[in-house]
Protein backbone atom coordinates (compact mmCIF):
# COMPACT_ATOMS: atom_id res chain seq x y z
CA UNK A 1 0.00 0.00 0.00
CA UNK A 2 1.65 3.18 -1.21
CA UNK A 3 1.58 6.01 1.80
CA UNK A 4 2.53 9.62 2.33
CA UNK A 5 2.31 10.83 5.35
CA UNK A 6 3.37 14.86 5.80
CA UNK A 7 3.96 16.37 9.35
CA UNK A 8 5.29 19.52 10.92
CA UNK A 9 2.56 21.74 10.20
CA UNK A 10 0.90 24.21 12.64
CA UNK A 11 0.87 27.66 13.76
CA UNK A 12 3.41 30.35 13.30
CA UNK A 13 4.36 34.02 13.36
CA UNK A 14 5.57 35.70 10.44
CA UNK A 15 9.29 35.66 10.47
CA UNK A 16 9.15 32.14 11.83
CA UNK A 17 10.07 28.38 11.02
CA UNK A 18 8.43 25.12 10.26
CA UNK A 19 9.80 22.04 8.88
CA UNK A 20 7.86 19.57 6.96
CA UNK A 21 8.20 15.86 6.51
CA UNK A 22 6.53 13.75 4.34
CA UNK A 23 7.63 9.85 4.96
CA UNK A 24 6.83 7.37 1.95
CA UNK A 25 6.22 3.94 1.69
CA UNK A 26 5.41 1.51 -0.79
CA UNK A 27 6.73 2.24 -3.93
CA UNK A 28 10.23 2.89 -5.31
CA UNK A 29 10.89 6.05 -3.28
CA UNK A 30 14.15 6.11 -5.63
CA UNK A 31 12.83 6.35 -8.74
CA UNK A 32 10.24 9.38 -7.73
CA UNK A 33 10.32 12.97 -8.01
CA UNK A 34 9.28 14.50 -4.66
CA UNK A 35 6.90 17.70 -4.71
CA UNK A 36 5.60 19.44 -2.42
CA UNK A 37 2.44 21.82 -3.36
CA UNK A 38 -0.01 24.00 -1.11
CA UNK A 39 -3.45 25.25 -1.54
CA UNK A 40 -4.94 28.31 0.30
CA UNK A 41 -8.66 28.62 0.54
CA UNK A 42 -10.35 30.38 -2.23
CA UNK A 43 -6.80 29.90 -4.28
CA UNK A 44 -5.46 27.29 -6.94
CA UNK A 45 -2.77 24.54 -6.09
CA UNK A 46 0.65 25.64 -6.27
CA UNK A 47 3.74 23.63 -6.59
CA UNK A 48 6.32 24.94 -4.47
CA UNK A 49 9.64 22.86 -5.04
CA UNK A 50 10.23 19.40 -5.73
CA UNK A 51 13.21 17.20 -5.78
CA UNK A 52 14.69 14.15 -7.69
CA UNK A 53 15.42 11.63 -5.09
CA UNK A 54 17.87 10.04 -7.41
CA UNK A 55 19.85 12.79 -8.38
CA UNK A 56 19.16 15.36 -5.98
CA UNK A 57 18.02 18.08 -8.53
CA UNK A 58 15.62 20.54 -6.98
CA UNK A 59 13.50 23.40 -8.15
CA UNK A 60 11.46 26.31 -6.64
CA UNK A 61 8.56 28.21 -7.40
CA UNK A 62 9.66 32.12 -7.41
CA UNK A 63 7.02 32.44 -4.71
CA UNK A 64 9.52 30.40 -1.87
CA UNK A 65 13.19 30.43 -3.66
CA UNK A 66 15.53 32.17 -1.27
CA UNK A 67 13.34 30.92 1.89
CA UNK A 68 12.22 27.32 1.52
CA UNK A 69 14.82 24.12 1.11
CA UNK A 70 13.53 21.14 0.28
CA UNK A 71 15.66 17.50 0.74
CA UNK A 72 15.36 14.42 0.44
CA UNK A 73 17.01 11.53 3.06
CA UNK A 74 16.91 8.01 0.50
CA UNK A 75 17.80 5.81 3.24
CA UNK A 76 14.64 7.18 4.98
CA UNK A 77 12.05 7.38 2.29
CA UNK A 78 11.45 10.93 3.68
CA UNK A 79 11.21 14.46 2.12
CA UNK A 80 11.85 17.69 3.98
CA UNK A 81 10.76 21.22 3.18
CA UNK A 82 12.25 23.81 5.66
CA UNK A 83 10.89 26.63 5.46
CA UNK A 84 12.16 30.09 6.99
CA UNK A 85 10.70 33.62 6.86
CA UNK A 86 7.36 32.30 6.28
CA UNK A 87 4.99 35.20 5.45
CA UNK A 88 1.02 35.35 5.91
CA UNK A 89 0.77 34.47 2.52
CA UNK A 90 2.49 30.87 2.73
CA UNK A 91 -0.59 30.09 5.06
CA UNK A 92 -2.10 26.84 3.21
CA UNK A 93 -2.59 22.96 3.74
CA UNK A 94 0.63 21.49 2.06
CA UNK A 95 0.78 18.33 0.28
CA UNK A 96 3.73 16.00 -0.85
CA UNK A 97 3.14 13.83 -4.36
CA UNK A 98 5.49 11.75 -5.81
CA UNK A 99 5.95 11.35 -9.58
CA UNK A 100 7.52 9.01 -11.91
CA UNK A 101 9.49 10.22 -14.25
CA UNK A 102 8.78 11.39 -17.39
CA UNK A 103 5.28 12.45 -15.83
CA UNK A 104 5.69 16.53 -14.93
CA UNK A 105 6.61 16.43 -10.66
CA UNK A 106 4.76 19.50 -10.11
CA UNK A 107 2.08 18.91 -12.24
CA UNK A 108 -0.55 15.59 -11.07
CA UNK A 109 1.66 13.27 -9.22
CA UNK A 110 1.62 9.85 -9.04
CA UNK A 111 0.83 9.77 -5.16
CA UNK A 112 -0.74 12.21 -2.64
CA UNK A 113 -0.37 12.63 1.32
CA UNK A 114 -3.07 14.11 3.18
CA UNK A 115 -1.92 17.54 3.83
CA UNK A 116 -0.56 19.44 6.72
CA UNK A 117 -2.02 23.15 7.45
CA UNK A 118 0.49 25.80 7.82
CA UNK A 119 -0.86 28.74 9.60
CA UNK A 120 1.44 32.03 9.68
CA UNK A 121 0.09 35.03 11.75
CA UNK A 122 1.02 38.78 11.13
Known amino acids: EVQLVESGGGLVQAGGSLRLSCAASGFAFDDYVMGWFRQAPGKEREGVSCVASRDGGTYYSDSVKGRFTISSDNAKNTVYLQMNNLKPEDTAVYYC???????????????WGQGTQVTVSS
Open 97 to 111: GASLPPRSPLGEPDY
